[in-house]
């Protein structure tokens, strides 16, 4: 055994390497639950907030997704193509559009939240309620100050 190894980094077991693989993982689920509506994780993210508030502009979109504006407007071009929501001018300002659901888009928030329910319940398979509540806890605070938070580079 080397020497040094006691002092080698563990990072199957770092805080940011599970974080990263129970992030992956979670898409996955996800990504398998809203494959038969031709969807996307993040674009099931951004319907999402429309379900919740609609008629939110492009920058409260990204706002609250925590996603840059570039990323945010090749997601909402693509739902826009598969007539999931429409841009509608802003009435207070001329270079702003709120983002809206069709009928359509408004249609398939039952089944995509099932579809969400049965992520969940597949991602947290062994933690019970308490547990899962407890992690919730937990990545709120380590979620940290809403921000976009842009990729390192090295």
């Given at each position: 055994m080397n020497a040094g190894y006691k002092d080698m980094y563990d990072i199957e077991n770092s805080i940011g390497f599970l974080l990263s693989k129970g992030y992956q993982r979670s898409w996955a689920l996800l990504r398998e639950e809203i494959d038969q509506f031709d969807l996307t994780p993040p674009q099931f993210g951004l319907l999402a907030f429309l379900w919740l508030e609609d008629g939110l502009t492009q920058t409260e979109l990204s706002e609250k997704g925590q996603i840059d504006r570039t990323t945010i407007g090749g997601l909402i071009d693509r739902l826009e193509k598969t007539g999931l929501v429409e841009?509608?001018?802003?009435?207070?300002?001329?270079?702003?559009?709120?983002?809206?659901?069709?009928?359509?888009?408004?249609?398939?928030?039952?089944?995509?939240?099932?579809?969400?329910?049965?992520?969940?319940?597949?991602?947290?398979?062994?933690?019970?309620?308490?547990?899962?509540?407890?992690?919730?806890?937990?990545?709120?605070?380590?979620?940290?100050?809403?921000?976009?938070?842009?990729?390192?580079?090295?």
């Open positions: 841009r509608r001018q802003h009435p207070q300002d001329r270079r702003a559009y709120k983002i809206h659901l069709t009928k359509r888009g408004r249609d398939l928030e039952g089944p995509l939240c099932e579809c969400a329910r049965r992520t969940l319940a597949r991602f947290t398979k062994g933690l019970n309620e308490q547990e899962v509540n407890e992690l919730r806890r937990m990545l709120l605070i380590l979620r940290g100050e809403r921000s976009v938070y842009d990729f390192p580079t090295c």
